[in-house]
């Protein structure tokens, strides 16, 4: 009967040893899955810096932040970056103006007034529209908008960054009308239903009630789609001009950040020359400025989560 005993104790033993075994290794594996984007994001962030110090060794940081001058094949070479740094906000902004209304009355209505048969309609061509290649937005922009614009405006050039900005805003709205509209459905039903027995109208409670209720939410969709604007690459490389001009004019051509960066790696610039390291100090200046919209973005949206 004593060896009986012992012998289940010991099986059971063995299988929490060997249970806590497969817990442990389970949870290695996944630490290591989630380590990968950390570790990614330090390899980027160290190549970013490395390769930038030896480019500020033949270029002062000072001339880099305030010329207003970007002309690495010429043969005087001029490195400042406001041009393309006015080249990238401006068409952020154009974007934003598209996307950031237009995503969210997407988002309201899907969320508040769209019925199930609509809604399983409407979300599908969202998520293929936010599926189409950026290098078909690029030619839809340079094909068929820039003409458009050109009708009514007769002056506009054939690449200008009100084309670009106007398209990439429609390719960013999938992304914000997306989560948003997955916030607004996360906001309980009881604060709806305590509206509508405040008298309120459907309007009135996705406006006043829903829409600040996820409003957290809803700024995590703008940030998205800020970040998103700010590092598009190939509609801003075909359809605005790939011109580094120094204003913020929308209807000039302009190039952006990433836009440049792709010029040099089509092999512009030999490897190794200081215009090709130009591209690790425009790349640690894309990611500042993605990280500094960011920021700001979270600091918003703390605010607005403590507001409400």
Known sequence: MSSMHTTTVSERLSRKLSRNVRERAIELVLFLAASVSVLTTIGIIWILIFESYHFFEHVPVWDFLTDTMWTPLFSTPRYGILPLLLGTVTTSLVALAVAVPLGTVIAIYISEFASPRVREIVKPFLELLGGVPTIVYGYFALTVVSPVLQYFFPSLPGFSMLAAGLVMGIAIVPYISSLSEDAMRAVPMSLREGAYAMGSTRFQTAVRVVLPAAISGVLSAYIL??????????????AAGMQPNFTMDPTQPAQTISAYIVQVAMGDLPHGSIGYQSIFAAGLSLMLLTLFFNIMGHLIRRRYREAY
Do not use: K, L, W, Y
């Open 225 to 238: 789609g800020i970040s998103r604007a700010v590092g598009e690459t190939m509609i801003v490389a075909v």
